[in-house]
């Protein structure tokens, strides 16, 4: 199931190749405009974000490609697609930023967590660009070298 921040926020699922591949910049909160069960779906863990993105559509901010798994306990008649675009909601100065910022600079737009917040959907976006092969090379050697680093102080504690 989903891990609890430290506000009490349910995450209920990571875009993690997002890290990997994307340089965040900046990060906002939306709101998720949703249908009938589909907030049922997702307290349940049925959101995946692997292949979603965002794109900002006649001054509005939309999630598109995010798969929300049918609720298991409703008929196929109330069911609804899952793969359907979906509004996101924020301030219109944060839309006109956001739109701003992706124009002029070139950035893109990501989905990076979905959680659960005073019960209701929320899900982070940031603003991000590509990494370079070279840059992607550089981090796996900085983290390696950390983990080296915790492993010498873990040893060395243990030894004393």
């Known amino acids: 199931m989903g891990k609890k921040e430290k506000n009490d926020n349910k995450v209920v699922a990571r875009n993690k190749t997002v890290w990997h591949d994307y340089e965040i910049y900046d990060r906002f909160e939306a709101g998720i405009e949703l249908l009938g069960t589909e907030i049922k779906s997702i307290r349940a863990g049925g959101i995946s974000l692997k292949e979603g993105y965002v794109r900002v559509k006649d001054a509005e901010i939309w999630l598109f490609d995010t798969r929300v798994a049918p609720y298991s306990h409703t008929s196929h008649t109330m069911g609804h697609d899952p793969f ?14 956001i739109s701003g910022r992706v124009q002029r600079k070139g950035l893109t737009i990501m989905p990076l967590q979905v959680y659960i917040k005073n019960n209701r959907a929320k899900i982070e976006i940031g603003l991000a660009r590509s990494k370079k092969n070279y840059d992607k090379k550089q981090d796996i050697i900085n983290r390696e070298a950390q983990r080296d680093v915790g492993r010498e102080i873990k040893r060395s504690l243990r030894d004393s």
């Not at 924020?90 to 930023?97: A, G, K, N, P």
């Open 84 to 97: 359907r675009p979906r509004k996101l909601l924020l301030h219109r100065r944060e839309i006109d930023s």
